[in-house]
């Protein structure tokens, strides 16, 4: 209860001997008094008597509110026509008319309103200036007393004898003229003009801007009552008028007023909140209904729609959630804040990813979009939680927009690989796999080939590879017999050595299938303390291997072969590079590098001339530092797969494969045996294609699926074998791996590990990761490539080499100095084959857009 710091001067009362009992019966139905205001309730309720029978007999020009002072309030607090209710009292004033801005210099009157009814009220909320007078429970400043005025809102409050609010409501009737609410199919409502019949049931309906619906009668919210002609321009002013009027807080008064009537219609609440039933008044409350769902319950839509209060208790339940949402709504939009403030930022200054974590509330909404980005189907919490922060930014509820953001934000990098993300919970080894790899290295296994080793180490063994290749699987040897014939050793690492095939990091190696090797690192298959140590064949250490030795005939063919468990001594560690300069510059030294290459030919001819194809192009090879950054370093290179040492070392894995197929079948071994069948190429397909790229191109068209068998040997048609097992690369390819572990188990006369049901389906999981990978690696290059070409000058030339037509006039080419296969729409004619020059125009990584200019043709 408010106490009474100062009481207002009472107004002087003109022509008071005019009331008589009616006004005292009035008075004492409707004052209530309070105890400590005894004095003035008393002179209060002979003026309001008076106000009863005389409609106006009350006038003053006294301040409302003073200061401590006793100077005027610095700002007025009552328009014209607003109406104060003293709740203490139930008595109303009403502002009638008016001189100044404060409130000292309106006139002020008591009015009797229809049927007894007393209304208070604001046409307008309080101003910002004004708040500091207000709170929930009334009048705050502490230097003024009124009994308890409450927040402004207007009421009906009925006198004892007065019947309640009628709850009846005309039938709405929709014709031309009419202003009706209606909801698209979106979800959006519109506020439009019935124009004419559309049919027999729909109607045309015209908005503010001047677009045309087709309106079904289920669509209709809403007619708005007492409007008839209505002008379409005028919606923009009749709906600014409702915003100025609408307020949330008069439903809860009016609720309370209200609680008792069985149903309540848009009009009758109206009258109750406003005093009047104007269209604006009754399209207000329909909209505050409409959007507030706490104390009145929908019960019938459309046209004429009707409502029922709430009980109580679920008012409490709905006010609760409401409360809980608008915290929510409050932190939402602190996050979003946020997430603009790092969006102004540029990109070398965003906040760190860990920044979007250290909040329980930021981590929760920044992980939710994550999932949207990465797994947009998984989770639905963290879908609604996105679209939330998506919408609330006005953005497109969209995973590549959401991906955008979060860049913007700085959780992801500029550069980021979203596919390897997506994966990062597969390509990442676990604490057990770690765990597993620090006890292989403090206890490592007793070698089970021990006594069956044969010492190579006396062998010169080169290891050709890439020069970032820190897994080295394979190394070659090679010596001239005494009859002339050339005996090659092809050593390849032995992982099967230090893990057995049931070892939790074989069987993650099974889940992963391959190392993945990308632009700007390498996703390894075993963990690189392994496959980088002591699993690789490391230059000048003695290294456990599988050496398979064959000795050829003149023509190429394997005239002998044999697989061994061995121990070599890796002589030189070369790049493709460094052995293709030694091949040209025929070192004396290096007799056994010119062996291998004589060898390598001569293996070339002999397969040749089995029907092998020859279906090689250049590759594009890119290696990216610093891929986090803003700005990454891109070297762009050609990698060319028809080099001398490319073939070298290609023909002796090759061999090697052929070597161990035979080996398996001559001994029944189930290995993951690979084939192709003979395809008639034809000479109609090729005959018209030029050499080069494009015939390259077109034959690995035309080459047929690879079959595979764990139980025999195929023949291979495009490489012109009679059989063919992969066997070279067991720490990089999962298919190699299960070769090993089965020929090892044959060398110790031990039962195979797998028979051949569980190679077939280990090799068919493995292969489906290889094309997992390949597609990785693809999208990687294409990725940086794009990358590349972004910061090329606008209109820089490339030659191109046309491969195919697609459509129309849109070709498939192969950009020449690049090694990469793109497209373009030609300008004039040419042949499949012609030499053209394009331009860049564009290219955006991100989006997967390259556009370039066709210029002319060479």
Known sequence: MHCCRRVLNPPCCHRASEFGQSVAMFSRRTVTVWESHRALCRRWTDEIAGAAAGRIVLQHKEEFCRSTSGTRASSGLLGSGAFIRFKSLKAVCTVSAGGGRNYGSYNTALHQLPNGQVSYGWKRRPRKHESHLFSRRGFCHEEAFVPEIRRPKRIVVKAASQASVQTTQAQAVLKKGALMEFERESGKLILAVAQKPDGKKNWIAVDQGGNTYSVRP????????????????????????????????????????????????????????????????????????????????????GLNPTYEPRPPSQVKELLQKHLADEKARKLLLSYVAAVKAALQCPQGEKPAAS???????????????????????????????????????????????????????????????????????????????LAAVEHFLNSPQDDPDMGTRKDLTALKVYTIDSEDTDEIDDGLSATRLADGRIKVWVHVADPTRWLPHDHILTREAEARGTSIYLPDGTVPMFPMELAAGVMSLKQGTECCAVSVSVVLHEDGSIAEYAVMNSTVRPTYRLSYDNVTELLLMEVPEEPELYLLAEAATMRANWRHSQGAITAQVPETDVKVTNADSPDPTIELTVKDQSTPAMQLVAEMMIMCGEAIASIGEENRLSLPYRGQAQTDYGSRELSNVPDGPCRAFATRRLLGAVDMSSTRKMAHASLGLPGYVQFTSPIRRYGDLIAHYQVKAFLRGDVPPYNSGSVEAKTALANVRSKEARRLQSSAVRYWTLAYFQRQPKGKIYEAVVLQFMKDRQASIFLVDVAFKCSVMLTSSVSVGSEILVAIHESDPRKDVLTLKHLSNL
Not at 234 to 240: D, H, K, M, Y
Not at 362 to 381: G, I
């Open 218 to 301: 289920q669509q209709i919210t809403y007619v708005v009552p007492g409007i008839e002609d209505f002008n379409p321009s005028n919606i923009v002013s009749f709906l600014r008028s409702v915003d100025d009027l609408e307020d949330m807080d008069l439903l809860e008064v009016a609720w309370e007023e209200m609680s008792s009537e069985k149903l309540v219609f848009p009009e009758n609440l109206a009258k109750v909140i406003y005093s009047e039933t104007s269209p604006i008044e009754c399209y207000t409350v329909h909209r505050m209904l409409s959007n507030n769902q706490i104390y009145f319950r929908c019960k019938q839509q």
């Open 355 to 433: 920044t979007w974590s250290e909040d329980d509330y930021f981590h929760t909404r920044t992980e939710a979009l994550k999932s949207y980005v990465l797994k947009p189907q998984k989770d639905p919490t963290h879908k609604k939680y996105a679209e939330e922060v998506l919408e609330t930014l006005n953005l497109t509820k969209n995973p590549v927009i959401a991906l955008n953001l979060l860049i913007g934000m700085g959780v992801f990098p500029l550069h980021v690989n979203v596919d390897l993300v997506k994966m990062k919970d597969q390509l990442e080894f676990t604490k057990d796999h």
